[in-house]
């Protein structure tokens, strides 16, 4: 059975940094595209940031570019998600998720078939 599980979720001031893992198990998602989304009270599930196998192509939020960077390590099955410079806006828990399509993995469509249980971040201004 294919899971997600995400880590690396804590509470940070304004100013600092996180770094999110997703380690994946079950199937190989090695050369799925994978992304992260994030949910705040009371808000919809947004996109935050997405990338293809290789590195070959990595997408972005407008509202986290210059601030996180998304990465993987395939060897360990591993997704991250380096996020620096947090904002009180960024408070939100956030999801890994993995699909075999770039568009679905963006939020496109009905969006990605697998996701993880969440890690929450909190920002305090």
């Known amino acids: 059975q294919a899971q997600l599980v995400e880590s690396g979720g804590g509470m940070v001031q304004a100013g600092g940094s996180l770094r999110l893992s997703c380690a994946a198990s079950g199937r190989s998602f090695t050369t799925w595209p994978m992304g992260w989304f994030r949910q705040a009270p009371g808000k919809e599930r947004e996109f935050v940031a997405a990338m293809t196998w290789n590195g070959g192509n990595i997408v972005y939020a407008d509202s986290v570019k210059g601030r996180f960077t998304i990465s993987r390590d395939n060897a360990k099955k591993t997704v991250y998600l380096q996020l620096n410079s947090l904002k009180p806006e960024d408070t939100a828990a956030y999801y890994c998720?993995?699909?075999?399509?770039?568009?679905?993995?963006?939020?496109?469509?009905?969006?990605?078939?697998?996701w993880g249980q969440g890690t929450q971040v909190t920002v305090s201004s």
């Open positions: 998720a993995a699909d075999d399509s770039f568009g679905r993995i963006q939020g496109l469509g009905p969006g990605p078939a697998y």
